[in-house]
Structure formats: structure tokens, C-alpha cells
């Protein structure tokens, strides 16, 4: 194996560094959209969760106005 290394040109090292540099980068783009996935999921989740929030406040401030009257 290292007498195959060693046989290696420059030219081949070259490509296998960028072979390697290519999966590197498609690894990272792949990464950053599941992160982006995850976000929108998290907004969504955050805002579903405020809109219930405001439902139970109308319900409350409802249910407190007829106990005014």
C-alpha cells in the first residue's frame, strides 16, 4: 500500500483531494438543510404554540367578562 502511494502523481493526488473536498461540501450542504428543516419545524411549532396562547387568553377574558355581568 505504500509503495501504491508512493507511485501516485501529484496529478492523481490532486483529484483525490478534490474528490475528497467535493463529498466534504455536499456533506455540509446536506447538513445545512436538515438544521434549515429543523428550524421552520421549530417556528412552526412556536407560532402554533402563541396562537393557542391567545385562543385560551380570548377564552379566559370571555369567560371573566360574563362573570362581570
Keep these: 500500500m505504500a509503495n501504491r502511494q ?3 502523481s ?3 493526488l490532486e ?3 478534490a474528490k475528497l473536498a467535493l ?3 455536499t456533506l ?3 447538513g445545512d ?3 434549515a428543516i429543523a428550524a421552520a419545524l421549530a417556528l412552526q411549532k412556536l407560532a402554533n404554540s402563541n396562537n393557542k ?3 385560551n ?3 379566559q377574558s370571555k369567560q371573566f367578562e360574563q362573570l362581570k355581568k
Design 15 to 17: 483529484i483525490f483531494a
Design 10 to 12: 501529484p496529478e492523481s
Design 53 to 55: 396562547g391567545s385562543s
Design 23 to 25: 463529498i466534504g461540501v
Design 6 to 8: 508512493n507511485n501516485q
Design 33 to 35: 438543510g436538515i438544521t
Design 28 to 30: 455540509t450542504t446536506l
Design 57 to 59: 387568553q380570548d377564552n
